[in-house]
């Protein structure tokens, strides 16, 4: 089936409360991951059939703070708010050159990449990364070019294995002025992974309209773009959609709990083929899914497994 699920998946009521539970002292750590392994095991059975798995990132507090344990030299800041949303994320700080903590790296991508070691190295992983622009704004005193260094380093050792697929998250367009220094760098990041590392690199953008930023989107050397057709007119998207790239359309509406109508995707999966042919196109969450309760989440995505039926 031709549905991804990238991000952070929402945690069910148990592991809520188990972790609850393991930060007051009141259970183990061991009680703590057998949980959380049951919730991944869950969610595995739930991706049954899709090219590419999501392993939930169910050790992560948000898409940042994992790295400050792989980043000498930082340390976790004040509280910011997550763009328009009610939660809240801790800003990244650095006050010296950050590095990478060379001998943490392999440990480190197997804890938050691999579910400590649920899924095996061979499987088709989505890989998610916080896109540059994402990274700067939730951190203090770490340059573009050393967000790019240390990502192009992590990268590469996921590179090692194989059957992934890299996805940056990246909600900054539409929501603020993307300078054009930035823009330059963005591209240099990606051009230069895409010289290093023969994987699919995916954007996805969520929250917000792109039109002021599609042209330097579309041309940015992407194997396919993630779309919250929520927040944007599929007309004005996809007239200048490029042909070459997959599309991963944002048609769960991770801003209601309400089951989409299943007619109502069909019909814009239809409309979609007008302008890009249905072996490019990929079903999504319209933005992070960890904003929606778990229960109501997994009845999103079992109602569009149904649209394939």
């Known amino acids: 089936m031709k549905i991804l699920l990238p991000g952070i998946y929402p945690r069910s009521e148990k592991l809520v409360a188990c972790t609850r539970d393991f930060e007051r002292g009141r259970i183990t750590l061991d009680e703590l991951k057998k949980t959380r392994r049951d919730d991944v095991e869950k969610f ?4 049954n059939g899709f090219k590419y798995i999501s392993t ?3 050790e992560w507090q948000d898409l940042l703070r994992p790295f400050i344990n792989i980043i000498h030299n930082s340390r976790e800041g004040e509280l910011l708010r997550f763009f328009e949303t009610n ?3 801790r800003i990244i700080e650095s006050k010296n050159k950050p590095e990478l903590m060379e001998g943490k790296i392999e440990d480190w991508i197997e804890t938050y990449f ?3 070691g649920y899924f095996k190295n061979d499987i088709n992983l989505i890989i998610p990364f916080p896109f540059l622009y994402l990274f700067q704004d939730f951190s203090r005193g770490i340059p573009l070019k050393e967000i790019s260094k240390i990502f192009i380093r992590l990268i590469g050792n996921i590179y090692k294995l194989k059957n992934k697929a890299l996805f940056f998250l990246e909600p900054s367009f539409g929501w603020r002025k993307i300078k054009d220094e930035e823009k330059l760098e963005g591209r240099k990041f990606i051009e230069r992974l895409k010289e290093k590392f023969n994987i699919p690199i995916f954007l996805y953008t969520f929250f917000f309209s792109i039109e002021e930023d599609m042209d330097f989107i579309f041309n940015l050397p992407f194997d396919g773009i993630g779309i919250d057709f929520y927040s944007n007119t599929t007309s004005k998207i996809m007239g200048k959609f490029p042909k070459d790239k997959s599309l991963l359309a944002g048609v769960i509406n991770v801003y209601s709990t309400i089951i989409e109508d299943r007619e109502k ?3 814009v999966i239809r409309k979609l083929e007008n302008y890009i042919s249905i072996e490019k196109i990929y079903l999504i969450p319209s ?3 960890e904003f929606l309760p778990r229960i109501t989440m997994d009845q999103k995505v079992e109602n569009l497994k149904g649209v394939y039926k």
Do not use: D, M, V
């Open 44 to 47: 595995y059975k739930l991706q």
């Open 265 to 267: 995707i069909r019909k």
């Open 56 to 58: 939930g990132l169910f």
């Open 287 to 289: 933005g992070p899914p």
């Open 87 to 89: 939660t809240f994320c």
């Open 114 to 116: 691999f579910a400590e």
